[in-house]
């Protein structure tokens, strides 16, 4: 069984009888000028960006072992774009995170933002384990296969040995690592079930998982469009979940818990910094 693939169904999810907590949640009308704003203006922003440092950042992979300038390159390109689609992030808990120490980062997903976001707001170097789809992405998938991000291929099992030795490498180095355990964007905004392992590396190194809630990206910039909304968004950092004495058998119970901490920050109100 490999353990990075997604589960083909989904349980039913019961509807909430009251309305979302949070407003960032809530659906507002985007006209016409909000959509030529985005596709005339934003969106070539967005791409030029993504070519510009895309390209400044080829020479320094002969000899930025470390990652290090790397990051910074997409630390830069991620500030930019927020700073173009008028989208101030707001971020509670990680104050409360000692970020010194390696640990796994779970993070929701619901836009293509959602990248950018995360490289802007968290101040450490990471590494994202992503999907082999990306690399195809022109500038993208050059970033991703020279920056050391760790792949994914959910259609190649043998894979995913690599992945496993290059993931556990990462954190016994301190290394820490950023996934997105459902696998995929969500096409609806909600929560969709973990995938299977996603939390195997986090128990083969004992290292404890902070679940953070993007909250507002679906809505900025849902699947299938390349309107970009411009509208607040919040990080909310959950407190560590501890894998201390878990082993591969305790996997689903971990992914359970972990799922539960991370839809309880999604959909309830704003924490208080």
Known sequence: ?????????????????????????????????????????????????????????????????????????????????????????????????????????????????DIPILYANLPFQFRIIHKRELLFYPIVGWHLKRSGQICVDQQNPASSIRTVRSGLKALKNGM??????????????????????????????????????????FELLPMDTYHIKCRPVEMRVGDPITTDGLTVDDMDALSARVQKALESLYEGPAPTA
């Not at 083909?8 to 019961?14: I, K, L, Q, S, V």
């Not at 390109?77 to 409360?96: H, M, Y």
Request: proline share 9%; net charge positive; charged share 20%.
């Open 1 to 113: 069984m490999n353990p990075f693939v997604s589960p083909d169904t989904e349980a039913p999810r019961e509807e909430s009888a009251t309305a979302p907590a949070n407003q960032l949640h809530v659906p507002r009308k985007y006209g016409l000028l909000s959509r030529l704003r985005s596709y005339l203006f934003i969106d070539p922003l967005v791409f030029l960006y993504t070519f510009v440092f895309g390209a400044a950042s080829l020479p320094f992979d002969f000899f930025d072992r470390s990652g290090r300038i790397l990051h910074g390159f997409a630390r830069l390109w991620s500030k930019c774009i927020l700073k173009t689609i008028f989208s101030p992030v707001t971020v509670t808990g990680l104050e409360k995170i000692d970020i010194s120490r390696p640990r796994i980062y779970a993070a929701n997903h619901g836009s293509a933002l």
């Open 176 to 217: 820490p690592l950023v996934i997105f355990p459902e696998g995929a964007r969500t096409p609806d905004g909600e929560i969709k079930p973990f995938m299977q392992g996603a939390f195997f590396f986090a128990i083969k190194a004992q290292v404890e998982i902070v679940p953070i809630a993007l909250v507002g990206t």
